[in-house]
């Protein structure tokens, strides 16, 4: 699936903004303009982990619409539309929100998915009169074509949910629907959710390099930093750049006398 579009409420210093991003998309603007906001709302919306959300994300200039990130994803393979299957719209498109807000001092995230219906009574889940073929005939509808027809010449329940999925499919165009958001959270929780989205890798731009490479933080920077450097580890080239850099470090300060420049040079920066 790929991500179509991207609506950000009262998030950081963003109060309602939709981007619909391509394949490459370029953020350019002034200093504190929100460019890193959109990205820090994105790896918010993406994050499963509770820690992803913080107070200073709430917005100071919110309405009262809430604080949320709502995706909408399109391009669904085949075995993405048979997981997701009740959150599949019929353009074959999901939307789904992550919400922010506070319990006393406490940050809280819920992850929803919408879920279409058409309007019409007769495509509904509970509708009792199924096996009725008259009505099915009044409302000029030949179920035949879409599912097999009972022994006894009436609709099955079964056959009835098969109906039921084929029409909408194929006459999504000349039906309406109305759309709600579902009342369990997507998928019936967050881990198993980020299991199904997309993955977000947000790289800051600025950091620590000596904390990074010797994992003082924990960061994504750092996961990968660290595992270029294990992979690494197998290539011969590696392993004669580490005697170069010991040989290095030996001969700028050495075990049994230090480089006498590098003394002076720290006794200027003393003084």
């Not at 809280?108 to 509970?126: F, I, M, N, R, S």
């Not at 993955?199 to 960061?219: L, T």
Request: aromatic fraction near 10%.
């Amino acid at each position: 699936m790929i991500l179509k579009t991207a609506e950000i409420r009262n998030f950081r210093s963003i109060v309602h903004l939709t981007i619909a991003p391509k394949q490459l998309t370029t953020f350019v603007g002034k200093n504190s303009c929100g460019k890193s906001n959109i990205l820090r709302a994105l790896q918010f919306f993406f994050k499963a982990s509770a820690k992803s959300a913080a107070v200073q994300d709430l917005c100071k200039f919110a309405d009262d619409a809430g604080t949320w990130v709502e995706c909408t994803f399109d391009k669904l393979a085949d075995p993405e539309k048979e997981e997701l299957r009740m959150y599949v719209r019929h353009d074959q498109t999901i939307r789904v929100r992550r919400t922010l807000y506070l319990e006393g001092d406490k940050c809280v995230t819920k992850l929803h998915g919408y879920v279409q219906h058409p309007t019409e009574a007769w495509l509904q889940d509970d509708y009792v009169d199924y096996a009725d073929m008259e009505k099915w005939t009044a409302l000029g509808i030949d179920v035949a074509q879409y599912t097999e027809i009972g022994t006894r010449g009436k609709l099955t329940k079964a056959g009835f949910k098969e109906f039921r999925e084929k029409y909408i499919t194929q006459k999504a165009a000349t039906l309406t629907f109305s759309e709600t958001m579902s009342a369990t959270e997507f998928k019936g929780r967050q881990s198993t959710a980020a299991s199904v989205l997309p993955h977000f890798i947000f790289v800051p731009a600025v950091g620590d390099i000596v904390s990074v490479i010797y994992g003082k933080q924990s960061s994504l920077l750092n996961e990968m930093v660290a595992a270029v450097i294990e992979t690494a580890k197998t290539n011969p080239e590696y392993a004669t750049a580490q005697t170069s850099l010991s040989a290095a470090q030996d001969f700028v300060n050495p075990s049994d006398k230090r480089l006498g420049k590098l003394t002076l040079i720290e006794q200027d920066l003393e003084e």
